[in-house]
Nanobody, 125 residues
Framework: QVDLVESGGGSVQAGGSLRLSCAAS????????MGWFRQGPGKGREVVAA???????SYADSVKGRFTISKDNAKNILFLEMNRLKPEDTTMYYC???????????????????WGQGTQVTVSS
């Protein structure tokens, strides 16, 4: 069992940066695929980025070159560094774990069964 708690959301102007954190407890999350997702009102949950046990990363096209996913294995924390933020990045962000997979991380929300409560990111123009 893995418990995930996100933090670091907030309000910034377009072009600004935020760093999201996801603290994991209850298991060593670094063994598994971890991901960041986002979901706006009335929309489905979409992948932002994923990282595997070997630190292989994958990104949604909309965030490539702007966002970076990483993890601190010693502290059991997952990060999402978000740069050059745009108003369309405004939404709730969630971290998640796929405890059935440690590599070849899938970029679909249905594959992830452990979720945090989310943190709001708001980007103003």
């Amino acid at each position: 069992q893995v418990d995930l708690v996100e933090s670091g959301g907030g309000s910034v102007q377009a072009g600004g940066s935020l760093r999201l954190s996801c603290a994991a407890s209850g298991d060593t999350y670094s063994r598994y695929c971890m991901g960041w997702f986002r979901q706006g009102p009335g929309k489905g949950r979409e992948v932002v980025a994923a990282i595997g046990r070997d630190d292989t990363t994958s990104y949604a096209d909309s965030v490539k070159g702007r966002f970076t996913i990483s993890k601190d294995n010693a502290k059991n924390i997952l990060f999402l560094e978000m740069n050059r933020l745009k108003p369309e990045d405004t939404t709730m962000y969630y971290c998640a774990a796929d405890l059935s997979r440690y590599s070849g991380c899938l970029l679909f929300a249905y594959a992830y069964h452990t979720w945090g409560q989310g943190t709001q990111v708001t980007v103003s123009s």
